[in-house]
């Protein structure tokens, strides 16, 4: 398991900007396939966005395409989810997730992510 640690969330204006970060502790962090979720008060938890193991694919929900850009820093260990014309309807806890599954594709993601690796989550809060 890899144990992963989010930062950078807070409160942000609609139509502002927050770059989320994720930290992870392992020293095969270039084989993992990473991916952002949310959860917003009373709704289910839902895929935002993932990147490949080598950053050269992406993946975004269509409610965060052309918002919202994930990338990875695979000397750093770190995957960002910056975040750019921020909707009061992204207001949730983002996840950081991380799947290290051979053959794992990114964009079975949205609905194979019970095998992976979960952040404890940070607290995003756009205000209208």
């Known amino acids: 398991q890899v144990q992963l640690v989010e930062s950078g969330g807070g409160l942000v204006q609609a139509g502002g900007s927050l770059r989320l970060s994720c930290a992870a502790s392992t020293r095969t962090f270039s084989s993992y396939a990473m991916g952002w979720f949310r959860q917003a008060p009373g709704k289910e938890r839902e895929f935002v966005a993932a990147v490949s193991w080598s950053g050269g694919s992406t993946y975004y929900a269509d409610s965060v395409k052309g918002r919202f850009t994930i990338s990875r820093d695979n000397t750093k260990n770190t995957v960002y989810l910056q975040m750019n014309s921020a909707k009061p309807e992204d207001t949730a806890v983002y996840y950081c997730?991380?799947?290290?599954?051979?053959?794992?594709?990114?964009?079975?993601?949205?609905?194979?992510?019970?095998?992976?690796?979960w952040g404890q989550g940070t607290q995003v809060t756009v205000s209208s």
């Open positions: 997730y991380a799947d290290g599954r051979p053959g794992y594709t990114i964009a079975t993601m949205p609905i194979s992510a019970d095998f992976g690796s």
